[in-house]
Structure formats: structure tokens, C-alpha cells
């Protein structure tokens, strides 16, 4: 507001945090956002620096889901032996195709899985589970067996140790034949090109031994969610480790800095 015939008195400036904003859901300056953003890698930095009201607002709906939907489980943090999901459903009675039986997924996953399935349906491809959730003495069995048949180095590799693996959080999911010739099947193709879509990010991408800790794996998704997945493919280069960390890392500063509208 332009204040006339008032002398040299000059109005205060108001408070302006809305216009500071980069997005209104969020009080965060564009210093802000640069602290933010600055422990990530380089091209996930200037992806992000691109299009920051977009980071935020899929930000922001990621902090809205269940947190421990991006619970970070790997070869440095474990699960307790006695983790069990309180919402584990049977797989069996659902229209699915199955390997085994008795698989058991958590029951958040089952939405997104059942309509990603009947889309991949549609387009003439049946999905086939063929390990879900695993307890972490199943885990153990598996785990101790590929020691045996193969040696530690070549073990740790592909399995993860007890309490370490993903499938004990009982939203991962091994399609197909868990080998390496699942990789270029029209099912591995169909979920490399859709699966983000409806949730789920493929945990062990090739060329990322290194920080994943695990060889690749064509054939293991982790449900993280529709938006959590939008985020991974448009700013973090379809890499679900530097998603995980980066809520792990920034989950409690972006929820204090939810604005108060
Ligand atoms: N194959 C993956 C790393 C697991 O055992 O969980
Ligand atoms: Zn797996």
C-alpha cells in the first residue's frame, strides 16, 4: 500500500515471510532450500536448485505418508531381530500371480501393487511375486545358505544379513525368476518403465554397488509410495538410496519448517 500526503513518514516494511517463501507450504527462504539441498550429489543439487517449488510440494505430500515407508535398511542400519510389520496380509486371496503360497506383503502396499499388477495386465504382462516379506530368521536361513554355497564376499554382494534386509520391512518385492536373467524379460521391462508410477523404486539400480552396497538387482522393488517415487524419478536420478537419505538426513528439519498458513 502507497501512503500519500503523509510527510516523510515512511510506513514499516511488513513482515514478509509469504514472499520469502519458496513455496507456501513451507517456511523456507531460498537460503534456506540451499542448505537444504547442499549435502546432496552434484546433479541431484542443480535438479532441485531448478525447480525448487516442485521439490517442495512433492516434499511436502512425502512428509504427509507413513515415515517409515522410507526407512533407510541396510548394510549400516539394521532392524531389531524381533521387527515384525503390524499390518501383514496375506497375498494369496488377492488376484496376484504368486510363486509360493504363503507370501505376505504390508497391507499399505496393497493398494498401489493391485492396480500396478492389473495395469501391467492390461498391457499383456502378468507380474509374478516371487519373495515378499521375509523374518529376519528367514532372512538368516537365506543369508547363511548363499555363505555356504558361494563365500562372504560373493554373499554379501546380493544377500543381505539378518535385520538387514529390506524384506523384512515387508514392502519389497522380488519379481520373476531372482536371477540375472530376469533382466530384459518383458516383466523386468514393464516394471523398469512403470513401476514408478504406482509406488515402487527399484532398490539396487546398476552402476551403484558402491553406495547401495548390493550388486544389481533387476528384480527387487521397494513400495516407497506414488509421490516419494515422482520425487526419486524427476531429482534424484532414479537413485532410492539418495531419496532415503536425504529424509532420513533433512525428515525433521522440513517437518519443523511446515508453515503455518
Ligand atoms: N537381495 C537383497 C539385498 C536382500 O537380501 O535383501
Ligand atoms: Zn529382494
Redesign the pocket.
Known amino acids: 500500500m502507497v501512503l500519500q500526503g503523509c510527510g516523510p513518514l515512511k510506513q514499516e516494511e511488513p513482515p514478509a515471510p509469504l514472499a520469502k517463501r519458496l513455496h507456501p507450504g513451507f517456511d523456507i527462504s531460498p537460503a534456506d532450500f540451499i542448505s537444504l539441498i547442499g549435502a546432496l550429489p552434484e546433479e541431484i543439487k542443480i535438479r532441485a536448485a531448478s525447480r525448487p517449488e516442485y521439490f517442495l510440494e512433492l516434499a511436502k505430500k512425502v512428509l504427509e505418508g507413513p515415515e517409515d515407508l522410507l526407512r533407510p535398511v541396510d548394510k549400516t542400519r539394521a532392524l531389531p531381530e524381533g521387527y515384525e510389520p503390524k499390518d501383514l496380509v496375506p497375498l494369496k486371496n488377492y488376484p496376484l500371480k504368486l510363486n509360493r503360497s504363503n507370501l505376505t506383503l504390508r497391507a499399505a502396499v496393497l493398494p498401489d501393487l493391485l492396480a500396478m499388477a492389473e495395469a501391467a495386465r492390461q498391457g499383456g504382462t502378468a507380474l509374478v511375486l516371487s519373495s515378499t516379506y521375509r523374518s529376519y530368521t528367514y532372512?538368516k536361513t537365506i543369508y547363511e545358505r548363499n555363505v555356504r554355497n558361494m563365500g562372504n564376499e560373493a554373499a554379501d554382494r546380493?544377500?543381505?544379513a539378518p535385520g538387514r534386509?529390506?524384506?523384512q520391512l515387508g514392502t519389497a518385492i522380488d519379481f520373476g525368476s531372482i536371477t540375472d536373467d530376469f533382466t530384459g524379460t518383458p516383466m523386468e521391462k514393464w516394471l523398469r518403465e512403470n513401476a514408478g508410477k504406482y509406488g515402487f523404486s527399484l532398490s539396487?539400480p546398476k552402476g551403484y554397488e558402491e553406495i547401495t552396497g548390493?550388486r544389481h538387482?533387476s528384480w527387487?522393488y521397494r513400495y516407497i509410495g506414488r509421490h516419494a517415487a515422482e520425487m526419486e524419478r524427476e531429482f534424484f536420478g532414479g537413485i532410492q538410496h539418495y531419496l532415503l537419505e536425504f529424509f532420513h538426513n533433512q525428515r525433521e528439519y522440513l517437518t519443523r519448517k511446515i508453515a503455518v498458513q
Open positions: 532372512q546380493e544377500s543381505a534386509s529390506q524384506h539396487y548390493y538387482e527387487h
